[in-house]
């Protein structure tokens, strides 16, 4: 069973960069078809998808975020990651990593997620 | 403000159905792309309850269904139990601005 766990600093000072791991276990993160996202979720808000890197390597960001926004693959540690720079306030969510499935598909797989607060 | 429309909230009594729309445009669902569907309990990650319109997966009660038609798609839970009061996102992909996936706002189910 394919299981997916964040990690990184749950407070990061404004304009600073907001920086976030996902472990891969119970499967290889460079297995065939496999594609890998991140999203998030502010506080009693909806969900907002941020990005993803296929299978190939490309990575597809959100347009809204995709200025800031850096997502990479360390295959030999079976993680990915997520770079957010020049945080804000608005920038506070829950953040969770994924598995996307297909072309234009959708998330299978999701970490447990990871609060990060963006605050001086 | 999200690109695909739901109801901010719907509520039935056990045992009755209650069905979830979610609206979007020519650029999305009307462009042909997939919806899917997604079950959010208060402080856990959401978990997928339709796939690709009308495909339930492994695991999920045959008491959800999926359907699409134009610019809009649906989620129907018939025989409403305690247990599916949630919020339900739908999520499609949508061809503008090079290509992005958008969520609806969600929608929460009370069971009355």
């Known amino acids: 069973q394919l299981q997916l766990q964040e990690s990184g600093s749950g407070l990061v000072r404004p304009s600073q960069t907001l920086s976030l791991t996902c472990t891969v276990s119970?499967?290889?993160?460079?297995?065939?078809?496999?594609?890998w996202t991140w999203l998030r979720q502010p506080p009693g808000k909806g969900l907002e998808w941020i990005g993803y890197i296929f299978h190939s390597g490309n990575t597809f960001y959100n347009p809204s975020l995709k200025n800031r926004v850096t997502i990479s693959v360390d295959r030999s540690g079976n993680q990915f990651s997520l770079n957010v720079t020049s945080v804000t306030a608005a920038d506070t969510a829950v953040y969770y990593c994924?598995?996307?499935?297909?072309?234009?598909?959708?998330?299978?797989?999701w970490g447990q997620g990871a609060l990060v607060t963006v605050s001086s | 403000q999200s690109v695909l429309t739901q109801p901010p909230s719907v509520s039935g009594a056990p045992g009755q159905t209650v069905i979830i729309s979610c609206t979007g445009s020519s650029s999305n669902i009307g462009a042909r792309f997939d919806v899917h569907w997604y079950q959010q309990y208060p402080g856990t990650a959401p978990k997928v309850v339709i796939s690709?319109?009308?495909n339930r997966p492994s695991g999920v009660p045959d008491r959800f269904s999926g359907s699409k038609s134009g610019t809009s798609a649906s989620l129907a839970i018939s025989g409403l139990q305690a247990e599916d009061e949630a919020v339900y996102y739908c999520q499609s992909y949508d061809k503008s601005l090079g290509g992005h996936v958008v969520f609806g706002g969600g929608t929460k189910v009370t069971v009355l």
């Open positions: 690709s319109n009308n």
């Open positions: 994924g598995r996307y499935r297909g072309n234009y598909g959708y998330f299978d797989y």
């Open positions: 119970g499967g290889s993160i460079s297995a065939d078809g496999n594609s």
